[in-house]
C-alpha cells in the first residue's frame, strides 16, 4: 500500500498511544457495533496489548529440515506476526547466523501459495480442487480405511511414504498413527546415506562421528565427496580455524565445488573411483611402514588379510590408473595424512550414491583405521551419527489395535530413524524399499496399496525414475498427501491435508552431526487451518473410532505441547545437563559428550574391535575385507551429476519467492569441450536425456565439471515443470539393507547426452 | 441473514458471497444478491463448476488466479501478513473490531473489508463523528477504491471466470464505488454546511 | 581519523553462500526485486572458475557520498558517531538522482513507494547494540563490521579487482582476496 496513506491514517487517527483516545470516543459516540450477522467481532482493547515499537515477543524454534546443521533459531514475533528471525548466538555452532534457505522462513509461514485448507481434487490430475472441512476430510478417509480392513482383513492396503521433509521428533506422529490403525505397508529405507551407514556399521558397529567443533583441532582434514561449503556452512568455520593452525585441506571431489575452492589441494577423482583412490594410499601407508601398528594391534581384527589384500591386487600406479590422480600425488597426500597427528576424513553422502558406495566406504574408514585416527579428538571418518536422539518417541510408539492382522514372516521395517525397538511378534508391517517406490506402487499385491499417505516427502519431485512414477501414481485408489505448497506430488494427489510449518507447532530437534539440542516453540497460531501431523492423527483416529470403535488406538484428543513435554526423559536431561526442557527456552544446549567419538575403543562390532575384516559383511552378500568393488557400466556418452544447490533442501526453498531474487530458474553445467563437440555455447537452451526420460534448461559453460560429465541441481522451481528425476533410474547402491532396511541408490551412477534444442 | 431493515442487503449478500466455503453457501449468498437488486443475474446450472471456479480463483491449492487480498494489489510482492494486512488490522482496531480469524486469515480479504465498510456505513447512519468520516473516507475511498477495480479487472480476466462469479465481483466494484460517490457527496455538503468542529 | 564503521569483505572465507542477502531480506521485507545486498560473482577474468568467488555488497557508506551531496530534499544524512549514512524515505520525493549517480548501485528504486531505499547499516540494530543483520548472519564471518579509524589488517585491499574505484567517494569498504587450491585435475 502506499506509505503515504498509511502516513495519513497514522496522522488523521493518532500514533498507538491516541488511539485509546479515538476508540474511546467513537464507543462513547455508540457508533460501534459489529454488524449483525457480519464477521467482524468487537475488539477488546482493555485484553489486548499496546505494542510499542521495538517491543517484541522471542521465541526458540529450529530448523528442521534434512541438513547437517539443524539450526537453532531465535524468532521475534509481534502482533502474532513473524517479523524476523537470527541464529541463536547461544550454540557455539549456529554462533548467530542461519543460512540463504533459512532467512526466508521469515516468508515461509505467508507465501499465498501456501495450502490453506483440507482439499479434494475431483478426478486425480483434473486441477478441480474443492475445499472441504477438517470434519469431511478424516470422514472420507475413515470411510476408506474401514472399506479396505473389510476387503482385505488388515490394513496392509494402506501404504505409508514418509521421510525427512520434517525432523522434529514429535512428526514421528505419522508412524504412530499408522501403527495405531493397525499393521500397514511402509516404505523404509532411505535415499540419503544408507550404504555408508551399513559399511560404518560393518567397520565400526556403529555411525558415530566427532564432535563436528573439534575439526578445529584436526592437523589434517580430507573432505571427501563432501561439499560443507554448500550443506553444512556452519561447519566451515572449523575447517577454516584448523587451516589457519596450519592444517592442510584437501578436498576429493569429481567436480570442482565451493569447498573444493577453500581447501589447500583439490583433486578431480573419477566419480565412483573413490574406493580404488583410498586403497592406494593404503597400500603406500603399508609399504612406508606409516600405519599405526600398536592401534591396529590392541584394537582391530583381520588387519594382517587386510594387508595382505594390499600386497597382491593393489598399486599406487593401479590407483592412479582408475582414479585419474597422479601417483606422485598419491603418495604425497598418503604420507603427509599418515604423519599428521590427528587426521580426519569428512566422507560426504554423494560418495556412497553409487552401486560400490558401501565398499568405497569402508576403504576410507580402513584408511582413518589403520594410521589410528579412530577415537581422537581432531581424527575420525566422520559420516553422522545418533547419539543424541535418545528421546522417549512417545508420538512414534503406538499400539496396534486388537486383532490387527498384518504381514507374516520376515522381520519388521527399520528405517535410518527407526527407534520402535520393535520386538519380532507373529505379525508385522510390510517393508517396501522406499528407493523403488514407483516399482512397489506398480506391483505390490495382496494386497495392493490401495491408500496411499504421502508426508514429509515430494514423492513427485524426490523419487527416482520419474516417468515410471507418474504411471504407479494411477494405481492407488486414494492418495493422501499432507503439505504446506502444491507440490507435484499434491498435483497428483486426491486429498491433501495444510500441515503447520516450524513457527507453528511444538517439537524438538536434535542434530546428526553436531551435539545439540532446541526446542521448538510455537510462535504464531497456525495460519489458515493448517494442524501439526499429531492433531491430524488426532482427528484420524477420532473418525475411525466414532465409525467402528476400536479401530484405531491413537489418541482423539491430543495437548501437543505435552506431547512434546512427553518426549524428554531423564537420559535426554543428564546428557544435556540440563534440570528440565524449560531450560531450553533460554537457549539451546549441547551434549556433554567426548569429543571423539570411539576414545573408549569399545566398538559395536561382533568381535567388539574395529574389524578390517568384517564377517557379517560376508554374511550379507558382501566382501568380507574392504576390497574394490567395480563402477556401474555407463550407459551414455556423458555421466550425469545430479547433486544439491545451495538454494535449497531438496524440493524445499527454491519455490519461496524471495528465493527467487537470487535463483532464477534451473542450469546445468558442461565443460566447454564437451560443449563444442555438440555445436552447444554458453546460454543455449539444451535437452538433456537418457533412457529415463528427459530434462530441458539452460545451460553454463564452465570447467568446474570435467569434460565427461554433465551436471543439474535437484530443485523445484514454482511455476516451472523442472525436474531431474526425469533422467535418474532407481538402481541400487550395495548397501544399506543392514542398518535401514533397504539398500540405497546410485544416484550419482546416471548417463546421459546433451544436445542443443 | 441481516434483519437490520436500515441497511440494503445487496452489501451483506456481497460480503458473504467471497467467503462463502461451499457450493451451497456460493448458491445462498447469490441468491441474496439476486433478491437485493431485484434484478436478474446470470443464470447458473451447475453450481459445483461455481465451486471449483470459486477455489481456483480465491482459495488454492494451486497459485490464487484472483487472490482476494488488497495487498496483491497494493503491494509489489503478491504476498499477505505484511503493511497492508497490518495497516488494514488497526483500521478493525480503531473501529473497536477484530477479525475472528485473526492472524489465520489476513485481514485484508474482500469481505471483511466489505464487512467493515458496511460498519462504517452504519455508524455514520447513526450519528458518527470527524474521526469516523476521517476513517471511513481514508478506508472506503482510498484504499478499498485503490484495488477493488483491480480486483475486479483480475477475476473477469481469469483462466477460471464463471459468469456468476464475474458478475458478484463486478457488483462489489459497483458497491464501493457507489460507496465512494455517497461519501464525498455527503462530504461535500457537510464542508457546505460549515461541516465538523473536529 | 574519526570513527568510521565499515563493511569488511574477506572474500578468501567467503562461500557465496547468500545468507546475508536472505538476512537483510529477513529483517526489511523488501519488495521484489529491490535488493539491499547482493552477492556477486567474480568473472572468470578476476577468479578463473566460474561461480566459486564473489563479493557481497551493500551500501559503502562513503566518507564523501555522492547520494548525499545531490539529494535535493536533503533525505540523507551522515551520522557524526560512526559514518553510516542514513537515508530518511519518509523525506524522499523518489526523484532518482541518487539512483542515477551511485556508482555501486546502493540506492534502489522502491516501485510501489515510489521512492529510493538502501542499506542502513542496520543502524537501529547498532543503536541498540546489536550488529547489522547481515553481518550477525554470516556463517563464516566473511563479512564484518570494522571500525576504519582502528581497522588493521594488512592484507585488505580497497579497491580490488572488479569494485569500481572512486577515490572521491572514499567508500567505507575493505576485502581480502579469495585463495585458490593447487589443483589436480584427470587427464582426458
Redesign the interface.
Known amino acids: 500500500m502506499d506509505k503515504r496513506d498509511a502516513d495519513s491514517v497514522k496522522q488523521a487517527i493518532g500514533c498507538p498511544m491516541s488511539r485509546r483516545k479515538f476508540f474511546r470516543c467513537l464507543a462513547a459516540a455508540g457508533a460501534l457495533a459489529a454488524m449483525p450477522g457480519g464477521l467482524l467481532r468487537p475488539f477488546d482493547a482493555k485484553a489486548g496489548k499496546i505494542i510499542y515499537e521495538g517491543d517484541y515477543e522471542i521465541y526458540r524454534n529450529a530448523c528442521p529440515r534434512n541438513c547437517y546443521d539443524t539450526c537453532s533459531i531465535k524468532s521475534y514475533v509481534k502482533d502474532g506476526v513473524l517479523q524476523f528471525i537470527e541464529g541463536a548466538q547461544a550454540s557455539t555452532f549456529t554462533d548467530g547466523g542461519l543460512c540463504v534457505k533459512g532467512y526466508a522462513y521469515t516468508r515461509r509461514p505467508y507465501s499465498p501459495d501456501r495450502i490453506k485448507y483440507p482439499m479434494i481434487q475431483d478426478g486425480r490430475g483434473s486441477g478441480n480442487w474443492r475445499r472441504i472441512s477438517w470434519d469431511e476430510a478424516m470422514d472420507m478417509i475413515a470411510k476408506k480405511l474401514v472399506e479396505i480392513n473389510d476387503k482385505d482383513d488388515s490394513m496392509l492396503g494402506l501404504g505409508l511414504t514418509k521421510y525427512s521433509g520434517n525432523f522434529g521428533i514429535t512428526n514421528y506422529a505419522v508412524e504412530g498413527m499408522m501403527t495405531s490403525l493397525g499393521y500397514t505397508t511402509r516404505l523404509v529405507g532411505t535415499p540419503c546415506w544408507p550404504a555408508g551407514i551399513d559399511a560404518q556399521n560393518y567397520d565400526l558397529g556403529d555411525m558415530w562421528c566427532n564432535d563436528p567443533e573439534d575439526m578445529v583441532n584436526s592437523r589434517y582434514i580430507i573432505l571427501w565427496g563432501a561439499n560443507p561449503a554448500w550443506n553444512s556452512v556452519h561447519t566451515m568455520k572449523y575447517i577454516y580455524a584448523a587451516q589457519d593452525r596450519g592444517a592442510k585441506v584437501v578436498c576429493i571431489d569429481p567436480v570442482f565445488t565451493q569447498t573444493a575452492a577453500k581447501a589447500d589441494v583439490y583433486w578431480q577423482v573419477d566419480t565412483s573411483m573413490d574406493g580404488a583412490l583410498a586403497l592406494g594410499m593404503a597400500k603406500h601407508i603399508l609399504d612406508k611402514g606409516l600405519f599405526d601398528k600398536a592401534w591396529v594391534d590392541a584394537n582391530s581384527v583381520g588387519f594382517d588379510e587386510f594387508a595382505d589384500y594390499l600386497r597382491n591386487e593393489i598399486s599406487v600406479q593401479w590407483a592412479a590408473e582408475k582414479s585419474g590422480i597422479p601417483r606422485q600425488q598419491i603418495v604425497e597426500v598418503a604420507e603427509e595424512f599418515a604423519t599428521a597427528k590427528p587426521a580426519t576424513i569428512w566422507i560426504g553422502y554423494g560418495l556412497q550414491r553409487h552401486v560400490n558406495g558401501g565398499a568405497t566406504v569402508r576403504s576410507i574408514d580402513a584408511l582413518a583405521a589403520m594410521t589410528g585416527n579412530v577415537g581422537k579428538t581432531g581424527g575420525g571418518a566422520r559420516y553422522g551419527h545418533m547419539r543424541t536422539w535418545g528421546f522417549n518417541y512417545h508420538a512414534l510408539l503406538q499400539k496396534r489395535p486388537e486383532g490387527a492382522k498384518g504381514f507374516l514372516g520376515g522381520k519388521g521395517p527399520k528405517g535410518d530413524f527407526d527407534f520402535s525397538g520393535d520386538e519380532e511378534a507373529e505379525y508385522t508391517d510390510r517393508a517396501l524399499n522406499i528407493n523403488k517406490t514407483a516399482e512397489m506402487l506398480l506391483t505390490a499385491d495382496d494386497p495392493p496399496i490401495r491408500v496411499l499417505w504421502i508426508s514429509c516427502k515430494n514423492v513427485l519431485s524426490q523419487d527416482f525414475d520419474r516417468p515410471k512414477m507418474l504411471e504407479a501414481f494411477k494405481k492407488p485408489e486414494l492418495i493422501v498427501s499432507v503439505e504446506q505448497f502444491f507440490t507435484q506430488t499434491v498435483e497428483l494427489s486426491d486429498i491433501v491435508l495444510p500441515v503447520t510449518t516450524l513457527f507453528e507447532e511444538h517439537t524438538i530437534n536434535a542434530s546428526y552431526w553436531h551435539y545439540w539440542l532446541s526446542v521448538n516453540e510455537q510462535a504464531i497460531k497456525p495460519m489458515y487451518e493448517a494442524k501439526s501431523n499429531t492433531e491430524i492423527a488426532a482427528a484420524l483416529s477420532a473418525r475411525m473410532n466414532k465409525l467402528k470403535p476400536g479401530s484405531c488406538t491413537f489418541p482423539t484428543k491430543v495437548d501437543t505441547r505435552q506431547w512434546m513435554i512427553k518426549e524428554f526423559n531423564q537420559d535426554i536431561y543428564d546428557l544435556f545437563g540440563i534440570d528440565s526442557w524449560e531450560d531450553l527456552k533460554k537457549g539451546p544446549a549441547k551434549a556433554k559428550m567426548h569429543p571423539a567419538s570411539w576414545h573408549d575403543l569399545e566398538f559395536g562390532t561382533p568381535s567388539k574391535k574395529y574389524e578390517f575384516r568384517s564377517d557379517l559383511c560376508a554374511q550379507h552378500g558382501h566382501q568380507a575385507l574392504p576390497k574394490f568393488k567395480a563402477a556401474r557400466k555407463p550407459y551414455d556418452k556423458l555421466r550425469l551429476l545430479t547433486p544439491h544447490t545451495k538454494f535449497g533442501i531438496h524440493s524445499q526453498f527454491i519455490n519461496i519467492d524471495w528465493m527467487e531474487d537470487f535463483n532464477k530458474k534451473p542450469y546445468c553445467y558442461l565443460h566447454p569441450l564437451a560443449a563444442r563437440e555438440r555445436g552447444i555455447g554458453d546460454g543455449d537452451q539444451v535437452r538433456v536425456f537418457n533412457k529415463v526420460g528427459e530434462v530441458e534448461l539452460e545451460v553454463k559453460l564452465t570447467q568446474n565439471v570435467p569434460a565427461d560429465v554433465v551436471m543439474m541441481y535437484e530443485a523445484w522451481f514454482r511455476n516451472n515443470a523442472y525436474n531431474c528425476q526425469n533422467v535418474v533410474d532407481d538402481t541400487s547402491s550395495d548397501m544399506g539393507k543392514y542398518k535401514t532396511g533397504a539398500p540405497g541408490v546410485a544416484i550419482h551412477d546416471q548417463f546421459a547426452d546433451v544436445e542443443k534444442v | ?4 431493515p436500515i ?1 440494503n442487503p445487496l452489501g ?1 449478500a456481497l ?1 458473504d458471497f467471497f ?1 462463502s ?2 457450493a451451497s453457501g456460493h448458491k445462498r449468498a447469490y441468491l441474496q444478491i439476486s433478491e437485493a437488486l431485484q434484478n436478474p443475474l446470470p443464470r447458473v446450472n451447475d453450481w459445483r463448476q461455481v ?2 471456479a470459486f ?2 480463483l480465491f ?6 488466479e484472483a ?1 482476494p ?4 494489489y ?11 494486512t ?2 488494514v ?12 480469524w ?4 489476513p485481514e485484508d480479504h474482500v ?2 473489508e466489505l ?2 465498510a ?2 462504517l456505513e ?2 455514520a447512519e ?4 470527524a ?2 468520516d ?2 471511513r473516507q ?1 478506508f472506503v475511498c ?2 478499498m477504491a ?1 484495488w477493488i477495480p483491480a480486483f475486479v479487472k483480475r477475476v473477469s480476466r481469469a483462466e477460471s471466470a464463471h459468469p456468476a462469479i464475474v458478475r458478484a465481483a463486478a457488483l462489489a466494484g459497483q458497491w464501493v464505488e457507489n460507496q465512494a460517490v455517497l461519501i464525498n457527496t455527503q462530504r461535500n455538503q457537510h464542508l457546505k454546511q460549515g461541516g465538523w468542529n473536529g | 581519523m574519526k570513527k568510521q564503521l565499515a563493511f569488511y569483505i574477506d572474500a578468501k572465507r567467503c562461500i557465496g553462500c547468500f545468507t546475508c542477502a536472505m538476512a537483510c531480506k529477513n529483517q526489511y521485507h523488501q519488495e521484489s526485486g529491490v535488493i539491499w545486498r547482493d552477492v556477486y560473482e567474480l568473472k572468470e577474468e578476476i577468479y578463473p572458475h566460474r561461480e566459486r568467488a564473489f563479493y557481497s555488497l551493500a551500501c559503502n557508506h562513503c566518507e564523501n557520498p555522492t547520494c548525499l551531496n545531490v539529494c535535493p530534499v536533503v533525505a540523507y544524512y551522515k551520522r557524526e558517531a560512526d559514518g553510516v549514512v542514513v537515508h530518511e524515505q519518509e523525506k524522499c520525493i523518489g526523484c532518482g538522482n541518487c539512483i542515477r549517480s551511485c556508482p555501486y548501485g546502493a540506492p534502489r528504486y522502491n516501485p510501489v513507494l515510489k521512492r529510493a531505499e538502501k542499506c542502513s547499516f542496520c543502524w537501529q540494530r547498532l543503536d541498540d547494540d546489536r550488529k547489522p543483520a547481515c553481518v550477525l548472519s554470516c556463517p563464516t564471518d566473511a563479512l564484518q563490521i570494522v571500525d576504519l579509524a582502528e581497522f588493521d589488517e594488512a592484507n585488505a585491499v580497497q579497491y580490488p579487482a572488479g569494485f569500481p574505484r572512486y577515490p572521491s567517494l572514499n567508500p567505507s569498504v575493505r576485502f581480502r582476496l579469495p585463495a585458490m587450491p593447487k589443483m589436480i585435475r584427470r587427464k582426458l
Open positions: 441473514m441481516n434483519p437490520d441497511t451483506p460480503r467467503i466455503s461451499d465451486e471449483y477455489t481456483r482459495v488454492g491449492p494451486k497459485s490464487l487472490p487480498f488488497a495487498s496483491v497494493l503491494e509489489n510482492e503478491p504476498l499477505v501478513m505484511g503493511p497492508t497490518m495497516m488490522r488497526s483500521v478493525y482496531e480503531m473501529m473497536g473490531l477484530v477479525s475472528p485473526k492472524n489465520a486469515l469481505s471483511l464487512d467493515a458496511l460498519v452504519k455508524a447513526q450519528g458518527g463523528s474521526e469516523l476521517e476513517l481514508f482510498r484504499h485503490a
